[in-house]
């Protein structure tokens, strides 16, 4: 599992985790009330807005540990670095990140309950774990994992600002 707290948006904690049972990614969200679970005992009401957000296979399925970093962008929105694996060891495997819609302006994404959030893939030939994810002043997310790849490399993923050339006319 990963948390982190929202020390900018009222300390509201969030977490990421691995579903073992299911093979699924779970993200879950303090709300306070009318949550999906998290009930609270002494006022019965569901504290937890609970979401399965995609698939990462399940330990039958390859023995390797499922791994889940997080962190939050300046807007309080998550961040998600994961790794899957679908089928036998030898089968698909990768090593993804997702954010929701909302953090990306998006209407639509390409994962997660309602599509709500968007999955991109940073590794797709081999499987990471022991992931660290961070989010600098710039709003920029750095990834830094272990690769499988090549019996334990460490491999970093990050973004980049877009270069764009300035479009000059002539006449």
């Excluded at 030898?90 to 090593?95: A, D, E, K, Q, T």
């Excluded at 893939?121 to 710039?138: E, K, M, N």
Aim: hydrophobic content about 35%; charged content about 15%; proline content about 5%.
């Amino acid at each position: 599992a990963s948390l982190v707290v929202d020390v900018n948006g009222g300390d509201v904690p969030h977490i990421a985790h691995f579903d073992e049972v299911n093979g699924k990614l779970g993200y879950a969200k303090y709300v306070g009330k009318d949550g999906n679970c998290g009930v609270n005992s002494s006022t019965f009401l569901f504290e937890w807005q609970c979401d399965e957000i995609a698939t990462m296979g399940t330990n039958s399925s390859h023995p390797r540990k499922r791994d889940v970093s997080m962190a939050l962008d300046g807007e309080g929105h998550p961040i998600i670095a994961y790794s899957w694996y679908h089928g036998n060891p030898l089968s698909i495997r990768g090593f993804s990140r997702m954010r929701p819609i909302a953090a990306l302006g998006l209407q639509m994404g390409n994962c997660g309950p309602q599509s709500l959030w968007v999955c991109e893939r940073i590794d797709g030939s081999y499987t990471g774990d022991h992931s660290s994810i961070a989010v600098g002043p710039s709003g920029l997310v750095t990834i830094a994992y272990n690769s499988s790849e090549y019996f334990g490399s460490l491999r970093v993923a990050y973004q980049h600002y877009p270069v764009n050339l300035p479009y000059i006319e002539r006449e």
